[in-house]
């Protein structure tokens, strides 16, 4: 069935390093992968998304990679700050004309000043 | 533009009970979609309404159900609470383009005793 593995489940970096989260999709149908940002306490907000047909994509200090062959992609964060510190979610999905996301359990950074 | 409205935010119920749980779309958004969010199983897809029709589901039992109303408002109803129904329920409107970007409301945190 459907299933997006994410590691680390936690991941403690100090302020200024980067930080790097792994996911590996199942379905090999997937061709749209977001990554969700959840604060404590707050509602998960996209905060980069990458598709199929795209090796790469950066957007300031985040980038996400996709391996297609391997089903395997990454969130990048660079020069990381305390405020980065929060729940990141991979997901994966079939880009039809339904949005059902399948998540990945999730991965707590905390970025240590 | 205000965002995803969800009522009640929170509620406690006894096992056996059952629950209704609201979400209001941002406006202009026809697609619904509706995720369990626990501490051990992260996010997990429920359903997704668009224009009043379901139009995928996930792996939950039929104590599970939803509708959307033709304002796209939506609910969500859970039967014969178990303890293990306890999670954040997080509904998700989508615009109708190529974006594929969920707008999460701030969730209905149910407690099952």
């Known amino acids: 069935g459907e299933n997006v593995e994410q590691h680390p489940s936690t991941l403690s970096v100090q302020e200024g390093d980067s930080a790097v989260i792994k996911c590996t999709y199942s379905?090999?149908?997937?061709?749209?992968f977001p990554w969700y940002k959840q604060e404590l306490g707050k509602r998960p907000q996209l905060i980069i998304d990458?598709?199929?047909?795209?090796g790469e994509k950066k957007d300031q200090r985040i980038a996400v990679t996709l391996n297609k062959t391997a089903k395997h992609f990454s969130l990048h964060i660079t020069e990381t700050q305390p405020e980065d510190s929060a729940v990141y979610f991979c997901?994966?999905?079939?880009?039809?004309?339904?949005?059902?996301?399948?998540f990945g359990s999730g991965t707590r950074l905390l970025v240590r000043p | 533009k205000a965002g995803v409205t969800q009522t009640p935010r929170y509620l406690i119920k006894t096992r056996g009970q059952q629950v209704t749980l609201s979400c209001s779309p941002i406006?202009?958004?026809?697609?619904v979609s509706w995720y369990q969010q626990t501490p051990g199983q992260g996010l997990q897809f429920l359903f997704e309404?668009?224009?009043?029709?379901?139009?995928n589901k996930g792996n939950f039992p039929g104590r599970f159900s939803g509708r959307q109303f033709s304002n796209s408002r939506s609910e969500m109803n859970v039967s014969t609470l178990e303890l293990g129904d306890s999670a954040l329920y997080l509904c998700?409107?989508?615009?109708?383009?190529?974006?594929?970007?969920?707008?999460f409301g701030e969730g209905s945190r149910l407690t099952v005793l």
């Open positions: 998700a409107s989508t615009r109708q383009d190529n974006t594929g970007e969920l707008f």
């Open positions: 379905d090999s149908a997937s061709n749209y």
């Open positions: 990458i598709r199929s047909n795209v």
């Open positions: 997901a994966a999905s079939r880009k039809d004309s339904s949005y059902k996301l399948i």
């Open positions: 406006s202009g958004h026809r697609s």
């Open positions: 309404y668009f224009s009043e029709t379901q139009r």
